[in-house]
């Protein structure tokens, strides 16, 4: 079984998120934590993954390349960051097969760009996604919203106290390796907040 070892950080709302952050290598299963934040969404009802790609561009002959180098996924309850390997092997094939799922949606803020880089880069297709900005501004009739970043849309719906958030990124350069990952839980748990809020 799965476990998620890594630190657990409390939210605003005294909720706990667990972590994991995994470096991947041909020799890692990454199935058992992509299994659990898939049970984990199933169970919470709302069927939602919430997910954010890292990228590397590297320019050659004038050209840039765009490799994916990490994801993000995140739920109510957990939050898994891998760093992959600079050439894709078997092991992510689970990955593929992770983001092809029709069980659950994707949601993420200003997917579009990633969603047409992570197919023509990596072959990798996400069968059900959502752009939640589009999905708050239909829903608020506040068309602006759909423009705005994790940090801003979350607190434009939410009104959630983003001090903790605000005090880790004013100081991202010094951030300990600790301080990303709460960072990364906490906008993943804002924007699957933010999803459940507009189910309503």
């Not at 058992?32 to 002959?61: A, E, H, M």
């Not at 069968?127 to 994790?150: C, D, H, Q, Y």
Request: net charge negative; hydrophobic share 45%; aromatic share 12%.
């Amino acid at each position: 079984m799965a476990s998620f070892d890594g630190p657990g950080f409390m939210m605003v709302d005294n909720s706990w998120v667990q972590t994991k952050a995994i470096d991947v290598e041909s020799s890692t299963d990454i199935s058992p934590y992509l299994t659990k934040i898939l049970d984990d969404s199933v169970w919470n009802g709302n069927r939602s993954i919430v997910f954010d790609v890292y990228w590397d561009v590297q320019y050659v002959d004038k050209k840039s390349e765009w490799r994916l180098c990490s994801v993000k996924f995140s739920t109510k309850n957990f939050c898994l960051f891998l760093r992959l390997p600079s050439s894709f092997s078997d092991n992510l094939k689970d990955l593929y097969r992770f983001f092809a799922s029709k069980f659950v949606t994707f949601v993420g803020v200003q997917i579009q760009e990633d969603l047409a880089l992570l197919k023509e880069n990596h072959g990798i297709v996400i069968r059900s996604s959502l752009e939640i900005g589009k999905l708050a501004a239909v829903a608020r009739g506040t068309p602006i919203v759909e423009f705005l970043g994790t940090r801003e849309l979350a607190h434009k719906i939410l009104w959630y106290d983003m001090s903790r958030l605000d005090s880790i990124q004013s100081k991202w350069d010094e951030a300990s390796a600790n301080d990303r990952l709460e960072a990364a839980a906490i906008e993943g748990w804002l924007i699957f907040n933010v999803y459940d809020q507009l189910q309503l």
